[in-house]
């Protein structure tokens, strides 16, 4: 049977594109492990009616600017808390006001592209309609995996060891001109042999439940404690774990203790996306599990970088890829219109979120999978 060809940008060609550039980006981001759960997808609109960004009280913030092109900056504020006493019986407040307190930060955006190629006449085997679809499904995945590899790499301050699933390379060290940093001592976080706290990696041991009791005294006691999540007007944090973390907590908690803290996961992840999938809840802590935790060598010990997530841990900012839906989408005919190739970008840029090069919303919790 004779192959069906139909040429690149069959139809309308402007409408091809952004239709395509808007499902890739929809798709994208609601497949992607941390902005499925962890961003809101509803944007929020400035005074002109422009959407400006998702809301801040999430552990990701999506921001937009399409004023922006590759190689901008765009900067944006870290919500801080109001501080001072208050005012008592009939004294004067006139004059006690606080100010609203913003710290701000900045984050780099560029060119992010790639590409799939159909093949030759006398390869492709499928309609013009389904290449199409096969195309935008392979570059939705890619582009999930992106944004989940390089949001875990900001936020655990490593692109580490692992090479299995990845598309990043282990020499990878961000993009736009903004550089992996690991987080200060202030926001590092494990349990030593002997039961202590300790900020550094090579004292880590494995996970135990109690460590969370601990971790949130920690974070009490913080002088700038991170900003939590709020769910039911409850303030939560999500940790997410490396799964031989997750496995060692399971062999270390009580069949009691794990059906406790599993009877949350399902219940809550129909109305709450930050319990989409997630392990449960315990105290606090809404736990999740994600095989590409970075891990790193120290000394004989294996590492895992494992996140503790407040509010504005991480920003994602989109600018101007030429479209309206932050994503452009090409279909060219190659090689004398015999090689049909599909290519999608989109201009952007990742960061955790720090001020004076103090991380804001985030704690690295340093497990021992060796």
């Known amino acids: 049977m004779a192959n069906t060809v139909i040429p690149a940008n069959t139809g309308n060609p402007q409408l091809v594109p952004r239709i395509f550039s808007a499902q890739l980006m929809?798709?994208?981001?609601?497949?992607?492990?941390?902005?499925?759960?962890?961003?809101?997808?509803?944007?929020?609109?400035?005074?002109?009616?422009?959407?400006?960004?998702?809301?801040?009280?999430?552990?990701?913030?999506?921001?937009?600017?399409?004023?922006?092109?590759?190689?901008?900056?765009?900067?944006?504020?870290?919500?801080?808390?109001v501080k001072?006493?208050?005012?008592?019986?009939?004294?004067?407040?006139?004059?006690?006001?606080?100010?609203?307190?913003?710290?701000?930060?900045?984050?780099?955006?560029?060119?992010v592209r790639k590409g799939v190629d159909a093949g030759g006449k006398m390869?492709?085997?499928?309609?013009?309609?389904?290449?199409?679809?096969?195309?935008?499904?392979?570059?939705?995945?890619?582009?999930?995996?992106?944004?989940?590899?390089?949001?875990?790499?900001?936020?655990?301050?490593?692109?580490?060891?692992?090479?299995?699933?990845?598309?990043?390379?282990?020499?990878?060290?961000?993009?736009?001109?903004?550089?992996?940093?690991?987080?200060?001592?202030?926001h590092e976080f494990t349990i030593d042999s002997g039961g202590n706290y300790s900020a550094n990696p090579s004292n880590a041991t494995t996970l135990k439940l109690s460590w969370f009791n601990k971790l949130e005294t920690f974070l009490t006691l913080m002088d700038y404690p991170l900003n939590p999540v709020y769910v039911d007007g409850e303030p939560c944090y999500v940790v997410v774990l490396h799964p031989t973390a997750v496995e060692q907590l399971k062999?270390?908690?009580?069949?009691?203790?794990?059906?406790?803290?599993?009877?949350?996961?399902?219940?809550?992840?129909?109305?709450?996306?930050?319990?989409?999938?997630?392990?449960?809840?315990y105290g606090r802590f809404i736990l999740h599990s994600f095989s590409k935790v970075p891990y790193k060598t120290y000394g004989s010990k294996?590492?895992?970088?494992?996140?503790?997530?407040?509010?504005?841990?991480?920003?994602?900012?989109?600018?101007?890829?030429?479209g309206k839906f932050s994503f452009s989408w090409h279909e060219e005919l190659e090689d004398r219109g015999n090689r049909l190739v599909v290519d999608a970008a989109t201009i952007l840029g990742i960061k955790k979120c720090t001020f004076d090069d103090q991380a804001f919303g985030t704690i690295t919790l340093y497990v021992d999978i060796t």
């Open 123 to 186: 390869t492709r085997k499928r309609t013009k309609h389904d290449l199409r679809l096969v195309a935008r499904n392979a570059l939705t995945r890619w582009f999930a995996r992106f944004f989940d590899e390089a949001i875990t790499c900001y936020i655990a301050g490593i692109r580490g060891e692992g090479t299995a699933q990845w598309v990043l390379p282990t020499s990878w060290n961000g993009f736009a001109g903004n550089p992996l940093q690991i987080n200060d001592d202030a």
């Open 251 to 281: 062999e270390d908690a009580s069949a009691n203790s794990w059906l406790e803290i599993q009877k949350h996961a399902n219940v809550r992840g129909k109305d709450n996306p930050l319990f989409k999938d997630s392990l449960g809840k």
């Open 84 to 111: 001072g006493d208050g005012v008592y019986g009939d004294d004067i407040l006139r004059g006690k006001e606080a100010k609203l307190s913003f710290l701000l930060d900045q984050v780099h955006i560029d060119q």
């Open 26 to 81: 929809k798709r994208s981001i609601g497949e992607s492990f941390f902005l499925g759960r962890f961003a809101l997808q509803e944007f929020i609109r400035s005074g002109d009616g422009s959407l400006v960004g998702t809301d801040p009280n999430k552990p990701i913030q999506i921001l937009r600017d399409l004023e922006r092109t590759s190689g901008d900056t765009i900067q944006y504020d870290l919500i801080a808390d």
């Open 302 to 322: 294996k590492v895992a970088h494992c996140m503790v997530l407040g509010a504005q841990a991480c920003v994602l900012a989109f600018g101007d890829a030429g």
